[in-house]
């Protein structure tokens, strides 16, 4: 009996479900992650504020055709609501 061979050839088994069994938990926590769903966050200037008025109103309708960039919109946006 070589029960050398036997304890390597088990732990080598052991190591072998073990990391199985990390990459099914990791494939399904990756599934999970991509099919929940979550709320939209936002990525731009102060998407969140309503226009205060039809100027400002001009100005999102300007940015979102890419007419102006975020810096523009958000330095008009503060030259209107100064007034």
């Known amino acids: 009996m070589d029960w050398g061979y036997m304890g390597s050839g088990s732990a080598v088994m052991v190591l072998v479900w073990v990391v ?7 494939v399904v926590a990756v599934v ?12 731009t200037p102060d998407e969140r ?7 400002e109103a ?3 309708l300007r940015y979102a055709r890419g007419e102006i960039d975020a810096t523009a919109l ?9 007034r």
């Open 32 to 43: 999970v992650a991509f099919a929940v769903p979550r709320e939209h966050q936002p990525t």
């Open 20 to 26: 199985g069994l990390l990459l099914v938990v990791g």
């Open 58 to 60: 001009a100005l999102e």
């Open 74 to 82: 958000l330095q008009a946006r503060a030259v209107l609501r100064q």
């Open 49 to 55: 504020v309503e226009p205060h008025s039809e100027a």
